[in-house]
């Protein structure tokens, strides 16, 4: 079965934010991909 997080809802909340902001990122390993899909809905 799934595993409960035993992060607190604002270590999710901060954790979603820095693991988005990499997916934005211009210079980040995704970058080459938004061309294809746009960042601005993960920032």
């Given at each position: 079965?799934?595993?409960?997080?035993?992060c607190?809802?604002?270590?999710?909340?901060?954790?979603?934010?820095?693991?988005?902001?990499?997916?934005?990122?211009?210079?980040?390993?995704?970058?080459?991909?938004?061309?294809?899909?746009?960042?601005?809905?993960?920032?």
């Amino acid at each position: 079965g799934l595993r409960v997080s035993e992060c607190s809802p604002e270590q999710l909340a901060s954790n979603s934010i820095q693991a988005c902001r990499v997916l934005a990122d211009p210079q980040g390993p995704f970058a080459a991909c938004h061309q294809t899909v746009a960042a601005e809905p993960f920032q």
